[in-house]
Structure formats: structure tokens, C-alpha cells
């Protein structure tokens, strides 16, 4: 994700290659699990705090079918590979671009959380959900991809391929200082910042909230929320967060000789957040988990035993007396 894809000695490629492959293979099924029940179980998909997550699932869903099976296969190749600039291209986009785009889309649902929770009446009715909730994803969305596109697919310089790399592309337009410092603090700092700050300010609402009586029902509707962001950011607090923390230290004028150790770590470290993402939503969503159960622990699905009833008709001229059966469901 960066220019330090170089160093290689410090973090050897066969313990790269072991442990992306270890999390892959169980984050691809995870992910493909959560897509189907958000997509499928009508309730869940309705959910406004749902959709942001469906769409982040998607982003590491691709990225989890491309760039790490790629660099898993350069890992087993020594970390050498002949690629062509198209591919590098390609992988440049997917990597980058989509790492960028899943980090500005969760920032801002840090941000929607608090509208959801404590607002809910900005999103009461179609025109508002539009404008406070659907239009700023989508916005967020087509920004992120077009930025990315003129940035690796038409630039106004020649980049050039590094072979012994696992992310193949060099970016000349890094060498353009504005765009340097706009893509560093917008796409990189600013984002990780939000979701930290956003995130403190949530529990710090929520712990507030609980000690009002009058609040303790508004609570138990919005628990679920809360808890899924809380832990969502917790994982971007754990392994992004530090990479955010070397790129500003780098930009406030930090040598790379003094931390680059801790910057290689920092760098391999923000890769598991798309790997650990689906397994995260899967733990904040009580939904999925009672389903995960059902199915590790084969349990088929409970049949409901009823009463019955009996209604005794009788007729006086014919003496004749029927029993109707009444199932009650």
C-alpha cells in the first residue's frame, strides 16, 4: 500500500504468505455468509446501518479475490514477478483505491451512527434518508473510484513497474508534492482520525445516555448499532490506526531510517483489516451469530407444537353430533 514494499528482510515473505493465507481462505466465506443473510433476510437489509456495511463487505470481498491471492502467489515466488504495467495498474487500483475507499466510507459511518442513535428523526422520513443517508455514500462512492481511476489508469505521467514488489506500480504522481500532501492528509490521516475521534465520542454519548432513566429504552433499541461500530473501529483502531500514525509522523518530518522497521510491521498489520472485517460484523450481529450456531451445532430449525381445539355442533332434530378439529397456529 505504500512505497515500503521493498523492505523485505524484516518481515520474511514465507510469513507473510502463511499467515494471509491462514485468514483468507475462512474471510472469503465469511464475507460470502454475511453478504447472503444482509442481502436475504428482508429486516436486515432494510436496516439503515446495514447498508454501509454491505457495501464495505463488497470492497473486501473483491479485494479478497484479487490482490491477496496475487500476493500470495508472489510470496511463494520469492517475491518476484513479472507483471505488465496493465496488471500493475489494475492491482494499484484494487489495492489502494478500494483500501482508501472502504476507510472514507466507514469514517462516514462513524459519523451516521450518532444521526442513527441519537437523531433518528433526521432519517424518519424518504426525503431525509436520501439526502442524510443515501446520497452522502453514494457521493463518497463515485469520488473514491474516479479519483483512483484518472489516478492509475490515465495519469499525466509515465508510471513505471517495480518487479520485486508486491504492489507492482510505481505512482509518479507522488512526486507531484499538492497531490502528495492532498492524497496523505484527505484519503490517509483524516479518515482513520475520524474514526477514532467519532468512535470516543460514541461511547462517550452512550455511557452518558444509560444513567438517565428515561433514556435506558432509547438504548436498548439503538444497542446493536452502537455495538457494531464500537467494534468495527476497534479493529481499525488495532491495525490501520498505527500505519496512520507513521504516515503523519513521516509527513511532520520523521526520517525513514528512525522508524522503518515499525512501518514495514505497521503496513503488513493494515492488510488484516479487510481480512478480519467479515468476522467482526459477523460478532456484532447477534442475527448471524444465533445462525452460525444453528449451523455448526446441526440444529434443525424448531417445529412449534399447537393446541388443538374441538368445537361441538349439535343438531336438536337429528340428534346427530359433529366434532369440528380447529388448529390452533
Known amino acids: 500500500m505504500s512505497s515500503f514494499n521493498n523492505d523485505m528482510n524484516v518481515l520474511h515473505s514465507s510469513i507473510k504468505f502463511w499467515i494471509y493465507l491462514v485468514i483468507l481462505v475462512p474471510s ?3 464475507s460470502l455468509f454475511v453478504l447472503y443473510y444482509l442481502l436475504l433476510d428482508k429486516n436486515l437489509r432494510r436496516g439503515l446501518n446495514n447498508h454501509t456495511i454491505i457495501v464495505l463487505i463488497f470492497i473486501c470481498l473483491i479485494c479478497q479475490v484479487t490482490i491477496y491471492p496475487w500476493m500470495l502467489y508472489f510470496y511463494k515466488n520469492g517475491n518476484h514477478w513479472h ?3 496493465t496488471l500493475c495498474r489494475i492491482w494499484g487500483f484494487i489495492d489502494w483505491g478500494f483500501y482508501i475507499t472502504q476507510a472514507i466510507i466507514f469514517a462516514w459511518t462513524s459519523i451516521e451512527r450518532h444521526i442513527l442513535i441519537f437523531h433518528d428523526l433526521w432519517v424518519a422520513t424518504r426525503k431525509k434518508r436520501f439526502f442524510i443517508h443515501y446520497l452522502p455514500l453514494i457521493l463518497l462512492m463515485l469520488y473514491c473510484l474516479m479519483f483512483y481511476s484518472l489516478v492509475y489508469f490515465f495519469p499525466f505521467c509515465k508510471h513505471a513497474v517495480l518487479y520485486n514488489a508486491a504492489l507492482c506500480i510505481d505512482n509518479c504522481l ?4 499538492a497531490f502528495y500532501i492532498w492524497e496523505t492528509i484527505v484519503h490517509q490521516i483524516l479518515p482513520n ?3 477514532v475521534i467519532a468512535s470516543i465520542a460514541l461511547l462517550s454519548r ?6 438517565r432513566v428515561h433514556q435506558r429504552i432509547q438504548w436498548r433499541k439503538h444497542r446493536k448499532m452502537a455495538i457494531q461500530l464500537l467494534s468495527i473501529s476497534f479493529l481499525y483502531l488495532i491495525f490501520s490506526f498505527p500505519n496512520t500514525i507513521m504516515i503523519l509522523m513521516y509527513l511532520c518530518g520523521l526520517t525513514y531510517n528512525i522508524g522503518r522497521n515499525v512501518k514495514i510491521y505497521a503496513e503488513f498489520f493494515s492488510y ?3 481480512l478480519f472485517f467479515p468476522f467482526v460484523c459477523i460478532l ?3 442475527e448471524l451469530r444465533k445462525k452460525i450456531k444453528r449451523i455448526l451445532l446441526l440444529r434443525p430449525t424448531a417445529t412449534s407444537v399447537y393446541p388443538k381445539t374441538f368445537t361441538i355442533r349439535c343438531n336438536i332434530n337429528t340428534q346427530h353430533i359433529s366434532i369440528l378439529e380447529n388448529k390452533v397456529q
Do not use: F, G
Not at 507522488?174 to 508534492?177: E, F, G, P, V
Not at 452512550?206 to 444513567?211: D, T
Open 28 to 30: 472469503i466465506i465469511c
Open 206 to 211: 452512550i455511557l452518558r445516555q444509560k444513567h
Open 174 to 177: 507522488y512526486d507531484n508534492y
Open 272 to 274: 488484516l483489516v479487510i
Open 193 to 195: 482520525l475520524m474514526i
Open 284 to 286: 456484532s450481529l447477534p
Open 83 to 85: 507483471r505488465t504495467l
